[in-house]
């Protein structure tokens, strides 16, 4: 029987409940729920409503009611993976990491599923520059969840003996 990723389910429900509460406070009691809508915050940031019918990027729009569904479906398989692969992983960070895209993935698989797009809203810009999309919590947690998962995957090395040393 395999253990209970504690951590990953914890960074995951974190996750999905705060880019909830984030897009509920920007479209509700904020009133940034209008394309054009926009509230500084800071000189750098603005909260801007940003109805996403596609995926990062703006890759892979949704224009039609099929393509939508399709859209849903295949970021829910990939959630499914992630779930799996969350729960079949032993270290604790990276089951931590993989709650972060886990809960990010729902949140915006949510919002496709109850509104049609996904609401963005987080406009980091320095002058007229841009160095990202309009983008949401969840977008931030997918994207920091997967960058653990590589700096880990790349720069931190397995510390087992290999065959060789073994046998040598």
């Known amino acids: 029987m395999s253990r209970i990723p504690r951590l990953g389910l914890l960074a995951l429900v974190l996750v999905f409940a705060a880019d909830q509460l984030v897009k509920w406070?920007?479209?509700?009691?904020?009133?940034?729920?209008?394309?054009?809508?926009?509230?500084?915050?800071l000189p750098v940031?603005?909260?801007?409503?940003?109805?996403n019918i596609g995926v990062s990027l703006g890759?892979?729009?949704?224009t039609s009611t099929t393509a939508h569904w399709m859209l849903v479906a295949l970021t829910g398989v990939i959630a499914i993976g992630v779930l799996v692969w969350m729960w079949r992983e032993r270290a604790r960070v990276d089951q931590a990491a993989l709650?972060?895209?886990?809960?990010?993935?729902?949140?915006?698989?949510?919002?496709?599923?109850?509104?049609?797009?996904?609401?963005d809203y987080a406009d980091l810009h320095f002058g007229e520059w841009r160095p990202f999309?309009?983008?949401?919590?969840?977008?931030?947690a997918i994207t920091v969840g997967v960058l653990v998962l590589l700096v880990r995957a790349l720069l931190m090395r397995d510390k087992r003996p290999t065959a060789e040393k073994v046998n040598a």
Do not use: E, Q
């Not at 904020?30 to 915050?41: E, H, P, Q």
């Open 59 to 62: 890759l892979l729009n949704a």
């Open 25 to 41: 406070l920007v479209t509700g009691p904020l009133d940034i729920a209008m394309l054009g809508d926009v509230k500084t915050l």
């Open 45 to 51: 940031f603005d909260l801007r409503f940003i109805p």
């Open 99 to 119: 709650g972060c895209v886990a809960g990010g993935a729902l949140g915006n698989i949510l919002d496709r599923v109850r509104l049609g797009y996904v609401t």
């Open 133 to 140: 999309l309009v983008f949401n919590l969840a977008d931030a």
